[in-house]
């Protein structure tokens, strides 16, 4: 779609320019290293989660590929012996 089009429709630019600035963003406003801190606390318990889930699906994967290989020789075992 063209700017023009889009631009054109009273309705469409009013949307495209609540997009563009949400009202949770402010309009202009400069946020100080305050808000900067609140903000990087508020995420840190999402972050701590973050690493917590990582750390146990690494060691899930790094089990589950012990248990593979144990499996695979056993196969392999199995197959070299005379029947």
């Known amino acids: ?6 631009y054109g429709h009273e309705i469409l630019r009013r949307r495209i320019e609540q997009l563009r ?7 202009g406003r400069r946020r100080g290293k305050r808000h900067q801190r609140r903000r990087g606390q508020r995420g840190a318990p ?9 750390t146990a699906h ?3 994967v790094a089990e ?6 144990q499996t ?3 196969n392999l075992l199995l197959r070299r ?3």
């Open 1 to 6: 779609m063209s700017h023009s089009f889009l």
């Open 21 to 27: 600035h949400p009202p949770w963003l402010g309009r």
């Open 46 to 54: 999402f972050t701590a989660e973050i690493t917590r889930l990582k």
């Open 58 to 60: 690494r060691l899930q």
């Open 64 to 69: 589950l590929r012990r248990a593979l290989e």
């Open 72 to 74: 695979r020789r056993e």
């Open 81 to 83: 012996e005379p029947t």
